[in-house]
């Protein structure tokens, strides 16, 4: 299985535009620019995309961890903060951090960490991430 997206830019690095489509079409030339990735400009950024990649695949694998052991979550929500930092003439992603909150029936506390921990490390977003990777996870009652 393949996916796709596309990026076109146009211009300077500082003063220069771009566009980001997806083979789905949930993104349809979406803006992104220096501004919306270094700055607080309007519109996307890869970091961005990379982050809610990682929330939504983090999201499923533990879903897939807690069916394994019998048991089905009511919600996870899961938000992936991306951290991006200068390095010697350019930039290198450097951390990211999940966290994570689900409410999941019949679950006890080491259980879940057991799943979350497994989850972390076996999501296919995880393993493309040379970044370090840590998390807070909390078990909704």
């Known amino acids: 299985m393949k996916?796709?997206?596309?990026?076109i830019w146009q211009g300077g690095l500082?003063?220069?535009?771009?566009?980001?489509?997806t083979e789905s079409m949930v993104l349809s030339d979406t803006q992104y620019s220096f501004a919306?990735?270094?700055?607080?400009?309007?519109?996307?950024?890869?970091?961005e995309l990379l982050a809610a990649a990682h929330a939504g695949c983090f999201?499923?694998?533990?879903?897939g961890q807690l069916q394994g052991v019998g048991l089905t979550a009511e919600?996870?929500?899961?938000?992936?903060?991306?951290?991006?930092?200068?390095?010697?003439?350019g930039f290198t992603i450097t951390a990211v951090h999940l966290?994570?909150?689900a409410n999941v029936p019949g679950a006890d506390l080491?259980?879940?960490n057991t799943a979350a921990m497994t989850a972390k490390e076996g999501c296919p977003v995880s393993k493309l991430f040379k970044a370090k990777i840590t998390m807070d996870a909390v078990l909704e009652s």
């Open 3 to 7: 996916r796709k997206a596309t990026a």
């Open 14 to 21: 500082k003063d220069g535009r771009g566009k980001i489509s």
């Open 36 to 47: 919306t990735r270094f700055e607080n400009g309007t519109g996307t950024n890869p970091e």
């Open 59 to 63: 999201s499923m694998a533990l879903s």
């Open 75 to 89: 919600r996870i929500t899961t938000t992936a903060s991306v951290t991006i930092e200068k390095d010697g003439a």
């Open 99 to 101: 966290n994570v909150v």
């Open 110 to 112: 080491k259980l879940f």
